[in-house]
């Protein structure tokens, strides 16, 4: 049986965009994909940066200093150690991860933890980018390119985004056939996954009426003795 595959959509919002200074996160947000397909499984908090927050930042996600006053600090077990905990060492989907990337693993290394790997990131915009070149690839543009609806985000927030991502991602990877899994849990010969044909255990009656089926058979009896038709008449 193939080992399902566990993904992390992963999305930050910040004091400002400057992730080697004085910048700090401000909030996290990050979804469980299995195979693709969101799990139900999320993470999100809110942390206080210890620093103000920059006005295009407030007017982007409506999040002010105030909001974050009395949350806790990104070194606080409650966020640190538990958004590792739920990432794993499953890849992290990211759109324009070097930006994501570089916030998160600089709160790391203020804490003194491991940071994550570049190999273990996946970038949705570079992806975007290679697939559709020269179109618009924002997280806001493919979500129209492939009908995800945009009604509830009339401000960024790193949970929604996260939510969003996983939903463009799975576009990106195929579309949303992957949602529908039809396969019993055996494996082909060649690696794919099939499920049997299952026959109803009691036939469907004909919708065809009785006068429909005389009409039938007056018409076949017009094509001649030698029409392909006539083989099949009472079978």
């Known amino acids: 049986m193939t080992t399902p595959l566990r993904e992390i959509a992963f999305d930050t919002e910040t004091t400002g965009l400057n992730w080697s200074g004085d910048d700090r996160i401000i909030e996290v947000g990050a979804v469980e994909l299995?195979?693709?397909?969101?799990?139900?499984?999320t993470f999100h908090e809110r942390i206080n940066p210890r620093r103000p927050v920059s006005d295009k930042t407030v007017e982007i996600t409506g999040i002010t200093d105030e909001m974050l006053v009395d949350k806790p600090f990104f070194e606080d077990p409650k966020i640190v150690d538990a958004l590792l905990a739920f990432i794993g060492d499953a890849p992290v989907v990211a759109h324009n991860a070097a930006f994501d990337r570089g916030f998160l693993n600089a709160e790391l290394a203020r804490c003194g933890k491991p940071e994550i790997p570049l190999e273990q990131w996946v970038d949705t915009l570079d992806i975007a980018k290679k697939r559709y070149p020269g179109a618009p690839a924002s997280l806001d543009a493919l979500c129209k390119r492939f009908n995800v609806g945009l009604e509830a985000r009339t401000l960024h927030g790193a949970l929604l985004d996260s939510q969003l991502l996983a939903e463009v991602y799975l576009e990106l990877r195929g579309g949303r056939?992957?949602?529908?899994d039809f396969s019993n849990g055996e494996d082909g010969a060649d690696g794919t996954r099939f499920r049997t044909a299952k026959q109803r255990p009691t036939p469907l009656p004909s919708a065809v009426t009785e006068t429909e089926a005389d009409q039938h058979r007056a018409f076949i009896a017009t094509l001649g003795e030698n029409a392909i038709w006539s083989r099949y008449l009472n079978s």
Not at 34 to 41: F, I, L
Not at 177 to 180: E, K, L, N, S, W
């Open 177 to 180: 056939a992957r949602a529908f």
């Open 34 to 41: 299995v195979n693709y397909v969101p799990t139900g499984r």
